[in-house]
């Protein structure tokens, strides 16, 4: 039961950065909502040019726990998020 319970402590603590970050939950709601947009072709590929590079650079700050690189794509997200009125 210990093993259950310290198994259970570490994947929780291993998973809060990610929980607690907000590129997690807005990169997908923002990506449904440039699905959804009405653009020219021309606008939603630089928009989507854009939201890529943050998805990105996101992923890589978790991944290598680069806490510079996540603020920079969160950067990224909320110029994208402006540009579309969001």
Known sequence: ???????AVIVLLSTAPALACLGVTEFPETEKLLDGLNLSAEDRAELMKDFRKGERIHTEGHETNDMNKMGQSLRILEGVKKQIGK
Do not use: F, G, T
């Not at 039961?1 to 198994?7: D, G, Q, S, V, Y």
């Open 1 to 7: 039961m210990k093993n259950l319970i310290l198994a």
